[in-house]
Each structure stands twice: as C-alpha cells, then as structure tokens.
C-alpha cells in the first residue's frame, strides 16, 4: 500500500519531463527548420538526407545492438558494459576508415563533390551515438528515464544552438550535418555526466557472447527498418532528382519532431510497465492495453498533423517547397498507424 504514491509520483515525474523534452524538441527542431528552409535550398536538403541516412544505417552496427540487450538482461555487470562499448568502438572506427573511399565513391554516384568530406565527417559521429546507446541502456536499467530525457533536450538545445549559427555564417549543407552531429556528441557526454557511472570500453570475447543472441536479433530488427529508410531516399533521388528528395526531407521535417519524440520517450515509459508484467500472460494483455491506450493519444495528434500540413508546412517553410505538402499528408497518415508498434 506505501508504494504505490511513490510509484505514481515517480510515473508522473517520467511523464513530466518526456512531455518537457517532447516539446522541446518539437519548438527546437521545428525552429530551425523555419530558418534553414529560407538560407538553404532544397539541393542542400537532399545532399543532407543521402548523407544522413547512411551514417544512419552505420549507428545501427554500433551501439544500437547492444542497447536492448543491456537493458534487459536479467544481470548485469560493468564489464558487459565495457565490452559492448569496446566492440562498438572497434566497430565505429572500421566504419569511419571506410567511409573515406565510400565518400569518393558516392561524390561521383551522385555528381555531388561534396560527399567526399561531409560522410566521413558525419560518421565520426557513430562513436558518440554507441556510446551514447549503451549508456541509455544502463539509463533504463536504474529507472533514470528524467536524466535520459533531460540530457536529450539539453543536447537539441546545443546541437540546434550551434548549427543555426552555423546556417546563419553561411556554412550551407555542413549545417545540416552539423546538426545532427553536434546533438549526438552533447547526448552522449551529458548523459554520461548525469548518471554518474563512467563507462569505458573494454574486451571480454564472453561477455560479448551473453549479450550476443538478443543483439543479434536487435541488430537485425533495426538494419532491416534503416536499410529500408536508405534505400527509399535512394530510389527518390534515382528517379527524381537531389532536388525532390529534399522535398521529401522538409515534409518529413514537419512530421519527424512528433515522430520522433514519441519513438524516444514512448518505449521508455512502456517499459518500465513490461519490465514488472511477470508471466506472459500478463505481458500479452498488458501490451494490448498500452498500445491500444497510446494509438488513443497519438493517432488523433498524426491525423490532425495531416490535415494541416497544407497551411502549417508553407508557414514553416517559406515559398519553394510546394511538393512536400502532399508527402507530408501521406507521412501524418503513416505515422498515425506506425507509432505506436515501436512501445512492443
């Protein structure tokens, strides 16, 4: 009977500040939207997304596997911790030396010069995102869900800050890249300062082995959805152009600062109920209320976000980016039925 107050006040107190960091995130990412779709074009746009995308789908071969199976590990040690951030690390800098002949390789794929410096630039970022992912899941394993949302907000706080100064100084694309690079660099170091472990890497071929089966699974999960994400911006820019493909990037600006917030803190509070279901039994009707529960919540804000994405994206974007009306009204209707699979 004395835990229960406890518990729902700690609830609450996830709540409150999934919500802060939600919305955060929602004015920040929609801010700099408002200013890079006025100094950039769409060319920029879809340079950007090619390039992202990429180092997207190589922060899936670091950190993100070892994420889940971390957190929910029956036990856990340090040197878990230590050996999946040191595989990771290995991993990032295979991944950083390739992206030196891929870069060239892409620049004269796509005639665009600039790949050559902006996709090895943009990949040293997965050293941070691994680090960033496995420091997340020991988050989770102490219930810290507020210090992973603060550090998030406080991270787009920085990494936006900083990229519309670059923008404004007439950095072009590299502040698109900078954006994400520079959100991704701030997560993992204040993240790391407010749980107070210190996790460093390490090598134990056997405790790489204990978390193999469930990062294995993991990996392939994620690959699968970021493959799928690559290979879509791909076929846009074969078929259309650079150009189009940056009009798909501004209409999926509009829907990703909601998506996105619901995909980062979503899971995080549904976990904290799955983590004490029990059977699966319990586990099964859980999961069906807290779907059910959450479509109730998010399907009406990606409905509503589709029928006024034709007067809200030409307030956000300025003149120019017509075409990304009717991909943004497809994107809200996508999400309204695809949010909430991600809480399972």
Same mark, same amino acid.
């Given at each position: 009977?004395?835990?229960s107050p406890?518990r /729902?006040r700690r +609830?609450?107190?996830?709540?409150?500040?999934? %919500? &802060?960091?939600a #919305?955060g995130? =929602? *004015?920040l990412?929609?801010g700099?939207?408002?200013?890079?779709?006025?100094i950039?074009?769409p060319?920029?746009?879809?340079?950007?997304?090619?390039?992202l995308t990429?180092?997207?789908?190589?922060?899936?071969?670091v950190?993100?596997?070892?994420?889940?199976a971390?957190?929910?590990r029956?036990?856990?040690?340090?040197?878990?911790?230590?050996?999946?951030?040191?595989?990771?690390?290995?991993?990032a800098?295979?991944?950083?030396?390739?992206?030196?002949?891929?870069g060239?390789?892409?620049?004269?794929?796509?005639?665009?010069p600039?790949?050559r410096?902006?996709?090895?630039?943009?990949?040293?970022?997965?050293?941070?995102?691994?680090?960033?992912?496995?420091?997340?899941?020991?988050?989770r394993?102490?219930?810290?869900?507020?210090?992973v949302? /603060?550090a998030? +907000?406080?991270a787009?706080v920085?990494?936006? %800050? &900083?990229?519309? #100064?670059m923008? =404004? *100084?007439?950095?072009?694309?590299?502040?698109?890249?900078?954006?994400?690079?520079?959100?991704?660099?701030?997560?993992a170091?204040?993240?790391?300062?407010?749980?107070?472990?210190?996790?460093l890497p390490?090598?134990?071929?056997?405790?790489?082995?204990e978390?193999?089966?469930?990062a294995?699974?993991?990996f392939?999960a994620?690959?699968?959805?970021n493959?799928?994400y690559?290979?879509?911006?791909?076929?846009?820019?074969?078929f259309?152009g650079?150009a189009?493909?940056?009009?798909?990037?501004?209409?999926?600006?509009?829907?990703?600062?909601?998506?996105?917030?619901?995909?980062?803190t979503?899971?995080?509070?549904?976990?904290?109920?799955?983590?004490?279901a029990?059977d699966?039994?319990?586990?099964?009707?859980?999961?069906?209320?807290?779907?059910?529960r959450?479509?109730?919540?998010?399907?009406?804000?990606?409905?509503g976000?589709?029928?006024?994405?034709?007067?809200l994206?030409p307030?956000?974007a300025?003149p120019?980016?017509q075409?990304?009306?009717?991909?943004?009204?497809?994107?809200?209707?996508?999400?309204?039925?695809a949010a909430?699979?991600?809480?399972?």
């Open positions: 009977m004395t835990s406890p /729902a +609830l609450a107190g996830w709540i409150g500040w999934a %919500g &802060l960091d #919305a995130r =929602l *004015a990412l929609t700099s939207t408002i200013v890079f779709s006025r950039l074009s060319r920029d746009f879809g340079v950007a997304a090619l390039v990429i180092v997207a789908l190589a922060a899936i071969f950190g993100a596997p070892f994420e889940e971390l957190a929910q029956r036990r856990l040690r340090m040197a878990h911790l230590r050996a999946a951030l040191g595989v990771s690390w290995a991993v800098a295979a991944l950083c030396v390739a992206a030196i002949p891929a060239a390789w892409l620049a004269e794929r796509y005639g665009e600039e790949f410096a902006l996709l090895p630039a943009a990949t040293a970022s997965i050293f941070f995102s691994g680090h960033s992912d496995i420091v997340t899941a020991l988050a394993r102490l219930r810290r869900f507020n210090e949302a /603060a998030t +907000l406080y787009h920085v990494g936006v %800050g &900083l990229a519309l #100064a923008a =404004l *100084a007439g950095w072009g694309v590299w502040a698109l890249i900078a954006q994400r690079l520079l959100v991704v660099v701030a997560r170091i204040l993240l790391q300062w407010r749980i107070g472990f210190l996790v390490g090598w134990s071929a056997a405790h790489v082995r978390l193999g089966r469930f294995g699974f993991s392939l994620r690959l699968a959805e493959a799928t690559l290979a879509f911006n791909n076929l846009v820019q074969a259309y650079v189009a493909l940056g009009q798909v990037n501004m209409a999926m600006r509009l829907i990703e600062p909601i998506r996105g917030a619901i995909t980062a979503g899971p995080n509070l549904a976990f904290s109920f799955f983590a004490r029990g699966a039994n319990r586990q099964s009707a859980l999961r069906a209320d807290i779907v059910s959450s479509a109730f919540v998010t399907a009406p804000v990606f409905v976000l589709a029928v006024v994405a034709p007067t994206l307030l956000i300025g120019g980016w075409e990304a009306v009717g991909i943004a009204v497809c994107l809200s209707l996508a999400s309204a039925l909430t699979a991600g809480l399972v």
